[in-house]
């Protein structure tokens, strides 16, 4: 990307060079827009300690209203439904991996079989299995976008690309906030006040969610057998139970 006073010049990969008056990244934690006017992912990206992975099974879920955990310390597997479909997840504590590609899926196969493969509770052999044969497995660190500014010039940066909590952070949410807000903002103002008052607006959204967001990763995957305990019986005195209709079976 190459800017001057009046847009930016992209060259791409594929396809045709283009001029463009502004340049907006909206593509995620990875972002390669980032990476080309703010620098390395390493100064921007902070893992979180916690690895997530999730992938289809492939038949509608046994238990369409719940989402199942199993937790050991350290670690958890869930069944949840998506859209009618059962979905698998794995998420667990480690450090960031030496040459981590996020593109590499026989890596991420191997980083969560070796994390599981002591485990035989509940349906983790099992699910272990449909990982090993998976060629559809999303795969990441759980991590945290910080940067001074989310704009330089013409180009600026929405959602995870500028202020990423993935995971922990209501990310699809705030970034279609953070959109409307840029939107907003660029409708009104010509594009350098308007980048700072977009920014303005919505880092006070995001902060919050970036400042508790090692709380919620000890809530969702607590370390020890104590702070598993802990956890299930606040769980079990601050959930409402509902009262079930005539006839159904109780609620859970």
Partial sequence: MAEDTGGVDVTFARGEPQRF???????????TVRRLAFGPETEHVRHLGLWVAGLPLGGPADDPRHV???????????????????MAAFIFWGAMVDGFDHRDLAQHKRIVVEAYQDDRGWRVPEL?????????????????????RWS????????DAASCVSLLGEGSSLAIAGAHTLA???????????????????????????????????????????GLAARNTAARVFTPVRPSAPGSSPAR
């Fill in 68 to 86: 199942l955990l199993y937790n050991t310390p350290g670690r958890l597997a869930s069944v949840h439904p998506a859209r009618g479909n059962a």
């Fill in 184 to 226: 907003e903002a660029l409708a009104g103002d010509e594009h350098g006040a308007a980048f700072r008052r977009y920014e303005a607006v919505h880092r006070r959204r995001t902060e919050p969610k970036q400042r508790f967001a090692g709380y919620a990763a000890g809530l969702l995957v607590p370390r020890t057998r104590l």
């Fill in 152 to 159: 330089r010039g013409r180009i600026g940066l929405v959602g």
């Fill in 128 to 148: 272990l299995d449909r990982v090993r044969a998976a060629d559809d497995l999303y795969f990441d660190g759980v991590s945290r976008v910080r940067l001074a």
């Fill in 21 to 31: 008056d502004l340049v907006v990244g909206a593509d995620g934690l990875h972002s």
